[in-house]
Every structure is written in structure tokens, then in C-alpha cells.
């Protein structure tokens, strides 16, 4: 099990930055990737930002090049660094975490997700 506790959202105008932090508890040694989601009313929930142990990082090209993932395993805490935010970029913020073994079966990793935090962006 692990528990994920987003923060930093907030009320921001086009152009500004925020930096989204997610605290992971538990059977955190378990942890084989970490991803940020986002998702607004009426649309499905939309992969912003992942990475992996090995430190291999993927980006949708919609924030590529404006937001950066990082995580600190010392604090096991997943960042998003967001910049140059833009209004299509409101919605709420989740932090997804995936375990493997040996704290899950071989070959069934299970997903946890946080509550979420809100980032609105005013034009």
C-alpha cells in the first residue's frame, strides 16, 4: 500500500509557473514509476508527466519543454515543475504511483493515486 498526498496547486495567470509536489508513504520501496495526471470535468484523465526508477522520463508533447518531472527518493516526493502555464492547462492535478515486486505478485503491479490538487490558470 501507499498513501500520496498531493500540493501546490493553486490560482495562477498565463505565463506564471507553480510547482506541484507529491509526498508517497507506505511500501515505498516498492515504487517502480511515478506519473502526474491531470483531469478536467466531462474528459478523461490525461498523462502529464511520468518516470521511472531507472530515471527514464516521458513528457506528452502539450508540456514538453514548459513542465518537468523529478522526483526525490530521499523524501519521496514527486515534483512537477510547471511553466509559461497556459488556461488549457487548468484542471486537477493527480499523482499516480505504480508497485511491483516484491510488494505486489510477479507481473501484477498495482496503481495508487492521490486526492488531486487544483491548478487554475487565468488568461
Known amino acids: 500500500q501507499v498513501q500520496l498526498v498531493e500540493s501546490g496547486g493553486g490560482l495562477v495567470q498565463a505565463g506564471e509557473s507553480l510547482r506541484l509536489s507529491c509526498v508517497a508513504s507506505?511500501?515505498?520501496?516498492?515504487?517502480?514509476?511515478m506519473a502526474w495526471y491531470r483531469q478536467v470535468p466531462g474528459k478523461e484523465r490525461e498523462l502529464v508527466a511520468s518516470?521511472?526508477?531507472?530515471?527514464?522520463?516521458d513528457l506528452p508533447t502539450s508540456v514538453k519543454g514548459r513542465f518537468t518531472i523529478s522526483r526525490d527518493k530521499n523524501k519521496d516526493t514527486l515534483y512537477l515543475q510547471a511553466n509559461d502555464l497556459k488556461p488549457e492547462d487548468t484542471a486537477v492535478y493527480y499523482c499516480?504511483?505504480?508497485?511491483?515486486?516484491?510488494?505486489?505478485?510477479?507481473?501484477?503491479?498495482?496503481?495508487?493515486w492521490g486526492r488531486g490538487t487544483q491548478v487554475t490558470v487565468a488568461s
Open positions: 518516470i521511472v526508477t531507472q530515471g527514464t522520463i
Open positions: 499516480m504511483a505504480e508497485l511491483s515486486t516484491p510488494c505486489t505478485p510477479p507481473r501484477e503491479p498495482i496503481d495508487f
Open positions: 507506505g511500501d515505498t520501496i516498492c515504487i517502480s514509476s
